[in-house]
């Protein structure tokens, strides 16, 4: 068995939960042996720490700073292609990941980011977790989720609720999940008093899979991800998604939904990026042709097959 010692991470933040729900998978299912000294692969993510010698080390690639006005993204960037460029294999969650990996680093930080292996893992979900949680009641015929924290701008909470407004569906109740900012509720405030909308701010995950087993369409309009948990999760419990066009979300959906063409083409300059929505025609027909989706089977999108793909990379380096 291979002995894997894991860098710590925050359970918070995408890559904190995937990185958590892996190991804790893993270890239920003894694929690997989890070590503090001496092991064979060191795993990390976001940061990469210091491995222990003699043994291989793995980076996943979370993500990189793309956007000239971040602040110290240069010498962030620097510390990732560091990883990149010296570990004995690289996981990227998608195909977009790696590409905005390379461009960023290899074109506007001069670094090498080339490791001796690179690989291609999407994340997976174990929804067997949540067997026995209940499924939320409907109290409309269609129901649209979306997790969006509106204190973050490349969420874009504001215009999940633009769109469902404007997309007037009869008979159609949008649940919002995660940070609200009430200054910017003005647009939606006669559907939340009717009902039509409803905003239940952060919640446990177990209320989350609650709505995600109700036969939910699940909207998610985030600028640029790689590869968000909350559409494997959704994708996991058969919701079909709407998705935007830019990112690593739309390999993830595939099929499994409506990849509206509401972005431009994401353009790998070093400059301010312009996250605004200037199209949302594709978005609200997204959004009308979306109710007569039936739901989705995406067995392959399994921690089962999650981390067997993970032994078998680690395996590949040993």
């Not at 739309?250 to 990026?273: L, M």
């Amino acid at each position: 068995m291979i002995k894997l010692m894991v860098k710590p991470t925050k359970k918070s933040g995408g890559p904190g939960i995937f990185m958590h729900r892996l190991i804790t998978y893993m270890q239920k299912y003894d694929i690997v042996k989890l070590v503090d000294k001496q092991p064979d692969v060191y795993l990390s993510t976001v940061w990469q720490g210091k491995a222990p010698k003699g043994c291989k080390t793995v980076y996943r690639a979370a993500s990189v700073y793309y956007n000239s006005c971040e602040r110290k993204r240069r010498g962030l960037n620097k510390k990732i292609a560091a990883a990149i460029r010296t570990s004995d294999l690289v996981i990227y969650q998608t195909h977009f990941a790696r590409k905005l990996c390379e461009k960023v680093l290899g074109k506007y930080y001069n670094y090498k980011v080339k490791a001796r292996k690179r690989v291609i893992i999407i994340n997976g979900f174990d929804k067997s977790e949540y067997d026995k949680v209940a499924s939320a009641k409907k109290k409309r015929q269609h129901r649209f989720i979306a997790c969006s924290d509106w204190t973050v701008a490349v969420k874009r909470g504001d215009v999940v609720v633009r769109a469902f407004c404007k997309a007037k569906i009869k008979d159609a109740e949008l649940i919002m999940i995660g940070k609200i900012v009430p200054k910017e509720m003005g647009i939606a405030r006669k559907h939340i008093k009717s009902g039509k909308i409803k905003t239940l701010g952060p919640r446990p995950d177990s209320v989350v899979m609650s709505y995600l087993k109700s036969e939910a369409i699940f909207v998610h309009l985030s600028y640029v991800e790689s590869c968000p948990n909350a559409v494997v999760e959704a994708l996991s419990f058969g919701c079909p998604v709407v998705c935007n066009n830019i990112g690593g979300t739309p390999e993830v959906v595939q099929d499994s939904g409506i990849i509206a063409k509401c972005d431009d083409e994401f353009v790998f300059k070093r400059r301010p990026v312009d996250m605004t929505i200037r199209h949302f025609s594709p978005i609200i027909n997204a959004l009308q042709q979306s109710i007569e989706l039936e739901g989705v089977n995406r067995e392959d999108l399994s921690m089962k097959r999650c981390a067997q793909q993970y032994k078998e990379a680690f395996e590949g380096i040993l």
